[in-house]
Each structure stands twice: as structure tokens, then as C-alpha cells.
């Protein structure tokens, strides 16, 4: 009896290393596959495509002023008046600047460093959370549904500072996500979430460290543990941000004076919640503007999302769990704020990105955990909705196999579409005929994962209704952002005729005409690039950047003008061409 106890120990024992070796390795399995999902999405997009809008290159132009002339405390820009004061504080132009050091050189890709690694490691942070407090299943849908979302791919693959600052504030409230429930913060915990919370305050403004510390609060208070809220260390966190984030803003402010507080106090943070349409930025909407844009943003993970939504809220046993509510008050506290600003923008919601992925985790693996879900979901409206939605993806199949085989359709569509949208007609129709192959595949994918997802449905096959989700997103995504977003960009982007002007000009004196000044021109423009003046002399031989259609209206004392070449591509509304001009 004793040998067989000794055995059966042994046994067990066995049983529990292989059972732990067995997690480590689905664990290491499951990391290294979203590092992988990453790369896939973010990667080609941030690499192949040039810089062809406003917001870019104008962050690419305060890094390269940090790196040749050393504007680290006080960032600033290139601006048609010479230079100004960057419009957000210095912490994602900090790394950009570090990593195109390393790089040997300022670029596109070193620009958009700081958004691909740290939205990557959000991904991965919400992984790594999500299964301390839910399941390994729930985790791991999460991070996959946040990586795949339109408005994350967006912004991880681009040189903003808005991926930077969600990364920061994810990164906190996720601190602050376990230590809900009485547990609090450890000082272990605390001091790197207030740190991050500092860096997020560097990266946008008080915005950083506020919103996540009214998700808290409200948090607390709704759950009636408001008397908790020591656990925190609140006191510990004012000190370190203010350390932080407002010793910059004072050493700031020493260097800048009154145009700092104008810029970076007034405009940036007080004029664009509550009166941005003073600032004629063009962000102003409507309070309800964020619904159909959180909605779009989110795709193609919405409806999973509104049914979870559905389901925390209407189960009495979801709402009293700590973590759950936590997560609706961080999407309701973040919506809510933004909805309240006078400026919006879709890219102003990613803060909430990673809680409504964690929600959407949580609400499948219970779907899949589950051998019936909900009625509703296999009722009419459900199957109408993905019968409508594939219908949508089949659109757009057809209409490239029709453009291939002469029938042009696109060209049809003109008197649908807004006047802007009509006039990229012939730009979209010539990117498809280029990579009409590419296209076809990935189309032909998405519908196919489609088709699959409507089958996994009406069998309520889960996993297998959330595999084909994934698929059909990285499909999309890829074909959006990997495919057709270098192609446009290649096709409105100045640098090759700014590289053709700087090797034409070889070091001649070159300046931009008064009202010509554009943000990726300056970026691809030659070293030394000024501005022109009015009534300045000039010597021989002098050349000017001026839009195209001014060239006849240059007034520089009756000089005679020669228009040496003209951009194929345009400034960022895709309207006008760049000339290269020389005075004689």
C-alpha cells in the first residue's frame, strides 16, 4: 500500500510539472504568435508607405529639429514663418529621436518606432494582464481583437503621438484593473503606473494622467469602494507626476514665456474641449459624433463588442464583479469625456481600445465556454446582419473583377460619392488595375472567412465564428493599409520630386514662396531649405517651391521666372502640385 501511495504521489506530481510545462509552452506559443499577428499588420504599412499627409511629417519635422539643433526641452517645427513651438509636449518625439539615432537617420520608419513598439506592447500587455484576471481564452481574444481593430492599425502604423499616449494610459489603468476589488496598488505597482501616467501627461498634456485618474475614481465610487482609494497611493502619484510632468511644463515655460502658455496651456488643453471652433481647426462635431465613428473604428470586432456590452450589463452577476464594471467605466469615462470636447477625432477614442478588447475577451470565452449562446444571436437580426455585411464584402469583389475585365464600373459610381471622394475615382481605379492580383486574393479571403463565420454561426461554433473574425480582419486590414495605402501614398507624396530638386538644385539657394509652406515638403525638402521674403534680393542662381497654380503670380522684382519641373504628387487634400521655379 505504501509503494502504491509513493507511486500515485510520484504520479501526481508528474502530472502537475507536465501540466505546468505544458501552460508555459502555450503561453510562449500564444506571445510569440500576436508579436507575429503584429508584424504582420503594422509592419508593411509603417515601411512602404510615405509620408502624404499633413499630420506626419509635421511630427517628423520636430524630431529632426531635436536631433540637428538640439530643441529637446522646448520641441519645435518647421512653420511657414520659420519655426514655431510644437504643438504637444516632448515625450513620443523624445523616442523617435533616440530610435532615428540608432537608425542612423531620420525616416519614415524611425518616426513611426514609437507607435509600432508600444502599440505592440499594449497588445501584449493586455494579454499578459487579461489572464491574471480572466481566462487564458478570454486574454488572448482580447489581444488579438485590439490588435485587429481599423482604428488601432491606424495609429500603431503612423507617425502620431496617439498610439504613444493610449500605450502610457493602457498601461496605468491596467495597473489600476488589478488593484480593483480592495487589493490596490503595491508600491511595486505603484510607482511604474504614476511614472507611465507622468510619460502620458509628456506625450499630450494633463489629459495623460487626468482621464485615467477620473476612470479610477469613478470606478471606485460606483463600486462603493471610494473609501479604498488610498490603497493607490494617490499622494505617491501626484508627487511623481508632478516631479515629472510638471517639471517639464515649468523648465518649459522658463524657455518659451507666453507662447508656450498660449499654445501648450490654452489652445492644446482649455480652447480645444471648450471652444474649438475658435481655433478653425476643422475637428469641431456634434455630441454624438462618436457613435457611428467608435462604431467604425472598432470594426470588424463591433458586434462582438455591443454584445458584450449587452451582456455585462444585463446580468446582475457581470455588474457586481469588480474587474467587469471596472472595464464599462473606463469605455463609459472615456467616450463620455470625449463626446463632452468641442474637438474631435476618431483617433481620440483609442484610449478605451484596450478595455473594450478586454470586454470582448471576456464576453467570447464565455460564448465559447457556453454549448448554446445566447437566443438573439442565432435569431433573424444576427444572421441579417452578417448576410448584409457579406453582401457589403462581396461588393467590392465584384467591382475589381469587373474593373479587370474592362466594364469599368468604378467610373459609375461618381455621381454616388462626395465631390473629394469623386475625384480619387480614377486614382482608386488605377491602383486596382496595378495590383489587381493582390487584390483579388485578398478579397477573395475576406469573403471566404465570411462565408465561414456565417456558417460557425448558425452551428454556434465559436471559435471557430471568432477565428474567422481575425481572418477577415487581417484580410482587410492588410488590403487597406498594406496594399492600397502605399500605392495612394506613392501617388501623393513629394518626396521623389523633392529628391529630383535636390539634386537639381546641388546646394544652390532654395526657398519656399510665401503661402507654399507644406509639412511633407519641408521634411523631403533639401537641407537649408528657407523661406522667401518679401522684396528680398536674390543672386543668380536662386530657385522657389511654389504651388503650381501661383506660378504665374510670383512678385520678386519683376525677375524672370523659368518653371524647371512639377510634382506628380500633391499637398495632403490631393489638389495641388508642387513647381520647382528659377529666377533669372
Not at 488579438?144 to 482604428?151: K, M, S
Not at 490603497?231 to 515649468?250: C, D, E, K, S
Amino acid at each position: 500500500m505504501v509503494e502504491n501511495l509513493g507511486r500515485n504521489s510520484n504520479s501526481r506530481r508528474e502530472h502537475r510539472r507536465y501540466a505546468s510545462r505544458t501552460r508555459r509552452l502555450d503561453a510562449i506559443a500564444a506571445g510569440a504568435g500576436l508579436l507575429l499577428l503584429c508584424a504582420v499588420v503594422y509592419v508593411p504599412p509603417a515601411v512602404l508607405t510615405p509620408f502624404f499627409t499633413k499630420g506626419e511629417p509635421r511630427e517628423a519635422l520636430v524630431v529632426r529639429r531635436m536631433v540637428e539643433q538640439g530643441d529637446w526641452i522646448l520641441p519645435k517645427r518647421s512653420s511657414e514663418n520659420g519655426w514655431t513651438i510644437a504643438s504637444k509636449p516632448p515625450f513620443f518625439h523624445w523616442l523617435a529621436a533616440l530610435t532615428s539615432e540608432v537608425a542612423g537617420g531620420i525616416g519614415e520608419l524611425s518616426v513611426r518606432a514609437p507607435s509600432l513598439a508600444l502599440g505592440s506592447a499594449t497588445v501584449l500587455l493586455v494579454w499578459i494582464v487579461g489572464r491574471r484576471w480572466l481566462s487564458p481564452t478570454a486574454a488572448l481574444g482580447a489581444a488579438v481583437v485590439l490588435a485587429t481593430t481599423f482604428e488601432w492599425v491606424r495609429a500603431v502604423s503612423s507617425a502620431r503621438v496617439d498610439a504613444t499616449l493610449t500605450a502610457l494610459m493602457a498601461g496605468a489603468l491596467l495597473l489600476f484593473w488589478g488593484g480593483i476589488g480592495g487589493r490596490g496598488l503595491p508600491l511595486a505597482e505603484a510607482v511604474p503606473a504614476y511614472v507611465l501616467l507622468a510619460c502620458a501627461a509628456l506625450t499630450k498634456g494633463p489629459v495623460g494622467c487626468v482621464l485615467p485618474g477620473l476612470v479610477l475614481v469613478i470606478a471606485l465610487v460606483l463600486g462603493g469602494e471610494i473609501r479604498l482609494l488610498p490603497r493607490f497611493r494617490p499622494i505617491l502619484g501626484a508627487m511623481i507626476v508632478l516631479t515629472i510632468a510638471g517639471g517639464w511644463y515649468l523648465v518649459a515655460w522658463r524657455l518659451g514665456g507666453d507662447p508656450f502658455v498660449r499654445k501648450h496651456i490654452l489652445k492644446e488643453n482649455v480652447f480645444r474641449f471648450l471652444a474649438a471652433a475658435t481655433l478653425k481647426s476643422g475637428h469641431v462635431h456634434a455630441f454624438y459624433y462618436y457613435l457611428p465613428t467608435f462604431a467604425a473604428g472598432f470594426l470588424p470586432w463591433t458586434p462582438f463588442l455591443v454584445a458584450a456590452l449587452v451582456a455585462a450589463l444585463r446580468d446582475p452577476i457581470a455588474r457586481a464583479d469588480a474587474r467587469v464594471r471596472f472595464l464599462l467605466v473606463w469605455i463609459g469615462v472615456v467616450f463620455l469625456f470625449y463626446s463632452a470636447a468641442s474637438a474631435k477625432r476618431s483617433v481620440y477614442l483609442l484610449a478605451l481600445y484596450p478595455a473594450a478588447a478586454l470586454l470582448t475577451g471576456w464576453w467570447w470565452a464565455r460564448l465559447a465556454a457556453s454549448a448554446r449562446g445566447p437566443r438573439w444571436l442565432s435569431g433573424r437580426l444576427a444572421q441579417l446582419t452578417i448576410f448584409i455585411t457579406a453582401v457589403v464584402l462581396m461588393l467590392p469583389l465584384g467591382l475589381v473583377i469587373a474593373e479587370a475585365a474592362g466594364l469599368a464600373p468604378i467610373a459609375h459610381l461618381g455621381p454616388l460619392l462626395h465631390p473629394k471622394d469623386q475625384a480619387n475615382l480614377p486614382l482608386v481605379a488605377a491602383i486596382i488595375d496595378q495590383l489587381l492580383p493582390a487584390t483579388l486574393a485578398a478579397l477573395t479571403v475576406m469573403v471566404a472567412a465570411l462565408m465561414v463565420a456565417l456558417v460557425a454561426l448558425r452551428r454556434n461554433d465559436w471559435r471557430r465564428l471568432f477565428i474567422a473574425t481575425a481572418v477577415l480582419a487581417v484580410g482587410l486590414w492588410t488590403t487597406v493599409f498594406a496594399i492600397f495605402q502605399p500605392a495612394l501614398a506613392e501617388r501623393r507624396t513629394l518626396a521623389p520630386f523633392l529628391a529630383e530638386v535636390t539634386e537639381r538644385v546641388a546646394g544652390d539657394p532654395l526657398y519656399f514662396y510665401p503661402g507654399t509652406f507644406d509639412f511633407g515638403a519641408a521634411f523631403y525638402a533639401p537641407v537649408g531649405t528657407r523661406h522667401w521674403r518679401a522684396g528680398q534680393r536674390h543672386g543668380e542662381p536662386v530657385y522657389l517651391l511654389v504651388w503650381e497654380d501661383e506660378t504665374k503670380t510670383i512678385d520678386v522684382d519683376s525677375a524672370a521666372v523659368e518653371v524647371l519641373a512639377t510634382s506628380e504628387g500633391t499637398d495632403p487634400k490631393g489638389v495641388r502640385h508642387l513647381s520647382l521655379v528659377r529666377l533669372h
